[in-house]
Nanobody, 113 residues
Framework: QVQLVESGGGLVQPGGSLRLSCTAS????????VRWYRQGPGKQRELVAA???????DYVDSAKGRFTISRNNALNTVYLQMNSLKPDDTAVYYC???????WGQGTQVTVSS
């Protein structure tokens, strides 16, 4: 059974940083485009960042200059480095594999003083 497991969420003060990880159980992951989504309280799920199998990246405007998506195919892992975090970044963050249409269970990020 394929699983995507996110980790790295938590409580951080405004201006702080977190690094999220998404690790897949199958070798397919290195062949897949992967995306990070988030869903804040009372909001719709939105795409935050994406990385292709060839490591071409793209970001939502609010994440540009603050977030970095990357991947380590040897570890079947995709990362989301988040810097200069703001209260508006508070959300559950989900990893999604285009290949196979797989979702992770989500990891909570809370930005608050």
């Amino acid at each position: 059974q394929v699983q995507l497991v996110e980790s790295g969420g938590g409580l951080v003060q405004p201006g702080g940083s977190l690094r999220l990880s998404c690790t897949a159980s199958g070798m397919f992951f290195r062949l897949s485009d992967v995306r990070w989504y988030r869903q804040g309280p009372g909001k719709q799920r939105e795409l935050v960042a994406a990385i292709t199998r060839d490591s071409v990246t793209d970001y939502v405007d609010s994440a540009k200059g603050r977030f970095t998506i990357s991947r380590n195919n040897a570890l079947n892992t995709v990362y989301l480095q988040m810097n200069s975090l703001k209260p508006d970044d508070t959300a559950v963050y989900y990893c999604y594999s285009v290949l196979g249409n797989y979702w992770g269970q989500g990891t909570q990020v809370t930005v608050s003083s």
